[in-house]
């Protein structure tokens, strides 16, 4: 399996590039939205690890283009920012993960995601789905905030991966 991620911060695509290497994918750097858009090949690519805040194009440009390819790849969001979930949701990615990422968390929603049938991501990209993998940071900061927004558990379906260790 190949992970495209998507990251302007080297040390960030040098720890993520060690630990989906340890897990057995392959992976493929870029460090901007333009280089991820001109790494994407839907044929060869399995997932991508997408990062908002890209320099030259940004990491929502680079979501349309690659989904207007490729529109059911399972793409898992990463942000330094807060309250991105409701742009995540109506855009459906996969997953929306904060950082600092918890690599066994990121390890969990990769294989989540790619087992996951091929029909409910198109889904999810549709907005029939509305279940976003909001995956909560080792702050924990990103739950807090779901519970805040959300008070209401049947207002949305949320499916929230928290870690065991």
């Known amino acids: 399996m190949k992970v495209l991620v998507a990251d302007d911060d080297a040390a960030v695509r040098k720890s993520l590039s060690k630990v989906l290497k340890d897990a057995g ?40 283009r690659i989904t207007t390819e490729a529109p059911a790849l399972p793409i898992i969001i990463t942000t330094g920012e807060a309250n991105k979930y409701d742009i995540a949701m109506a855009a459906g990615v996969g997953a929306l993960m904060e950082k600092p990422l918890d690599a066994p968390q990121l390890l969990q929603t990769i294989r989540e995601l790619l087992a996951e049938p091929k029909e409910a991501r198109l889904l999810r990209l549709c907005s029939y789905e509305q279940d976003v993998r909001p995956v909560p940071s080792a702050s924990g900061s990103l739950l807090r905030q779901l519970r805040e927004h959300h008070p209401a558990p049947h207002r949305r379906r949320l499916t929230l991966h928290t870690s065991t260790r």
């Open 25 to 64: 994918y392959e992976v493929i750097l870029a460090k901007n939205g333009q280089e991820a858009v001109a790494a994407f090949n839907p044929r060869q690519i399995d997932l991508l690890l997408l990062d908002l805040n890209l320099p030259i194009q940004d990491g929502w440009d680079a979501f349309e």
